[in-house]
């Protein structure tokens, strides 16, 4: 799960990180109002999407006076932000960040993260702060410095200060920095974090150091322990068939092409995208009904798959282990029944009842196209995407 | 012969008496599988379909010389199951639980480094020695016995790509589903080791996906130590990248996890990748031609 800027800012000031001051607002009168309750000038007002590279686009501003706080509020609020993060669809902003200006010395960059392949908290920072990390891995990795912490250990003294000094903080600053570090990983695994990322990190004039930015993603299989949490999820930053996909359990991800498609399993589900792609069409979304799908989540997925109107024909494709054929069929034949179906549908199906399957469709009446195998569902639903 | 499991396993089932665990303990014992314990805590006493039941790993082990385990416990408590099941020195521990917290699975992982056991999974279709024993979720019947090793990060996809080479009539000498976390267990490379140490494995099929550099390293051993031929496949070419793509695992961050760098490490390697999975049989029938 994914949380704006603000909220995340929420979680580092329970958890003792300085942050500058600030206040959401999710109208012109509410920044406004948020500005002076501030009482300093000038502020900066950031838009709050669920994606890096605003200021580059444009959603990030300073305002020097009350006016300039509605002017500028009034026009970042309702734009359509693209960055490099949103596609060029952009995103819609509807919430804004009113925070105080800042006398900024120097940027520098931090981040925490689950390593996979050490199955270790790896820590990185970089004096290079302000700027795409990987970029800065890419052209000068001796800019960043890396700690690793084993989950079993947690973070100790020499993890802090390897930081500290690897990013040559003066001693003043150490001070501050360390227990900085420490509050910071209490939060990444009191909350199962999957990543939290601070770009810039700033050292103001005055000698402080403060997240200027905050990224906080959580592990989504771990959310059960943090109900408190949950209400900071943003559904309009998701996509509706997507969030209409999860009340069924359905993972689904829009694309896209033209070929819609429903697959059980995962890994399947991405080999049949590519087939479609391989057989000279595009795949219109990505949709896993799970190895153990009911003939309810089979027809949900399907009116998914045809509520999306670029889609011009669907390949099921079903390796029953778990989920039966004939449970599939049923699902995919009451499905059709419900919704009208103008499309062109291929299915291919093997496993687990796969005749008893194949009846089910043959005696359904509809025009379905059964495949005999994956090479023959891809050139069946090649022809559909060409005609 | 075959890697790991063979019909001298005895197997428990952590969270036998949960409906997963018991519906596919029933399929494991009717493909022949020995299954000597279950462990359910609060339910130590009972039976679940014949099969005694304890209350712990320890106490299963000590009355049934169990030596391998297979978890079916429910995510929250799965990452404990299979502690309790490392602490109890089973040598082999298969899990098939999906969506365990990485956190919990990050404390496992360090866990299981100097233990006596080795662990698959987690979210994983198991592993499977046709002919001789079950242990996980796969269907039966689509196995056949044969010379060829099976490694996949993938469920479905290995039940497609074993069912291409059973119909090619090329059989299996052991399957294992490795899991699409992001953490687990035993690696492409641990895989890789033991199916080229096998004389009965003559050939080897690697399946991945987008997410981490698993098979990158996998790439690189191969070049370096097997001498068995690999045909390989990789799923995702067409995944955005940012995107968790149904596994928790598969995840294309920045430019690192890409489809198309993992296959042309492989290809680098000297493994014949298959681009197009329809056609993974047919690869393999021809490549193994001499091997097998």
């Not at chain 1, 903080?169 to 570090?181: N, R, T």
């Not at chain 1, 996909?245 to 092409?257: E, H, P, R």
């Not at chain 1, 399957?357 to 995407?385: P, Y």
């Not at chain 2, 014992?29 to 712990?56: E, H, R």
């Amino acid at each position: 799960m994914k949380i704006h800027e603000y909220q995340a800012k929420e979680l580092f000031s329970k958890y003792g990180i300085p942050i500058p001051q600030g206040r959401p607002a999710f109208s012109v009168e509410e920044a406004r109002a948020a500005a002076t309750e501030l009482g300093t000038l000038p502020v900066v007002i950031k838009a709050q999407i669920h994606a890096g590279g605003r200021g580059k686009g444009g959603g990030v501003k300073l305002a020097h006076s009350a006016d300039e706080v509605a002017a500028v509020a009034g026009a970042i609020l309702g734009m359509t932000l693209v960055t490099h993060q949103t596609g060029p669809e952009g995103k819609l902003v509807r919430r804004l960040l009113v925070e105080q200006g800042l006398d900024i010395a120097k940027e520098l960059y931090l981040s925490m993260l689950p390593d996979r392949g050490t199955a270790s908290v790896v820590i990185m920072a970089s004096e290079a702060g302000g700027m795409d990390i990987e970029q800065v891995a890419a052209t000068t990795p001796e800019k960043i410095v890396k700690v690793q912490v084993n989950p079993l250990l947690g973070l100790q003294g020499f993890h802090c200060r390897q930081l500290a000094y690897g990013l040559n903080l003066a001693p003043e600053l150490v001070k501050k920095f360390i227990p900085m570090i420490g509050n910071l990983y209490k939060l990444f695994s009191a909350y199962d974090c999957s990543l939290l990322e601070i770009n810039p990190l700033v050292i103001t004039k005055g000698g402080d150091i403060l997240a200027l930015d905050a990224k906080v993603n959580f592990d989504d299989n771990a959310l059960y322990r943090h109900k408190d949490i949950l209400g900071y999820r943003d559904l309009d930053e998701e996509d509706p068939a997507e969030v209409e996909a999860s009340k069924y359990n359905l993972n689904y991800i829009k694309m896209d092409g033209n070929i819609g498609n429903m697959v059980n399993g995962a890994g399947l589900a991405m080999a049949t995208m590519d087939i479609i792609k391989l057989a000279g069409a595009e795949p219109a979304n990505f949709l896993d009904v799970g190895g153990g799908a009911s003939a309810e989540m089979v027809e949900n997925g399907f009116r998914i798959i045809l509520g999306d109107p670029s889609v011009k024909g669907v390949l099921i494709n079903i390796f029953g282990g778990i989920l039966r054929c004939d449970v599939l069929a049923q699902g995919v034949v009451e499905a059709a029944k419900k919704v009208d179906v103008k499309v062109r549908i291929v299915i291919r199906m093997e496993g687990t009842n796969v005749d008893k399957g194949r009846e089910i469709l043959q005696a359904s009446g509809l025009n379905l196209i059964v495949a005999a195998d994956l090479k023959d569902a891809a050139g069946k639903i090649a022809k559909i995407a060409r005609a | 012969m075959s890697i790991w499991v063979d019909n001298t396993t005895r197997l428990l089932v952590q969270g036998i008496t949960g409906r997963e665990g018991r519906f596919h303990t029933s399929q494991c014992v009717a493909y022949g599988t020995s299954v000597v314990a279950g462990v359910t805590p609060g339910k130590g006493g009972q039976d679940a379909d014949g099969i005694p039941v304890f209350n712990s790993v320890r106490q299963a082990v000590a009355a049934t010389a169990a030596n391998c385990s297979m978890i079916f416990v429910p995510p929250p408590f799965a990452g404990d199951a299979i502690l309790e099941a490392i602490e109890a020195e089973v040598p082999l521990i298969v899990a098939i639980t999906e969506g365990i917290p990485v956190a919990d699975m990050m404390k496992v992982k360090n866990y299981l480094n100097g233990s006596r056991s080795r662990l698959i999974g987690p979210n994983c279709p198991g592993i499977i020695t046709p002919g001789q024993c079950k242990i996980g979720i796969m269907p039966g019947p689509i196995h056949r016995i044969g010379p060829v090793g099976v490694v996949s990060r993938s469920g479905t996809l290995t039940y497609e790509v074993v069912h291409q080479l059973t119909m090619q009539n090329i059989g299996q000498t052991t399957c294992v589903g490795i899991g699409g976390d992001p953490v687990n267990g035993t690696n492409f490379i641990d895989c890789l080791q033991a199916f080229n140490q096998d004389p009965a494995t003559k050939a080897i099929v690697m399946v991945g996906e987008i997410g981490g550099s698993a098979e990158e390293q996998a790439a690189e051993f191969i070049q370096q130590q097997v001498k068995k031929p690999v045909v390989g496949f990789i799923a995702g070419l067409t995944a955005p990248p940012g995107r968790r793509m149904g596994h928790a695992g598969a995840i294309i961050s920045g430019s690192s996890g890409t489809a198309q760098a993992k296959i042309e490490a492989m290809e680098k390697a000297g493994i014949t990748v298959v681009k197009n999975l329809g056609e993974l049989g047919e690869t393999c029938a021809r490549s193994f031609q001499g091997a097998i």
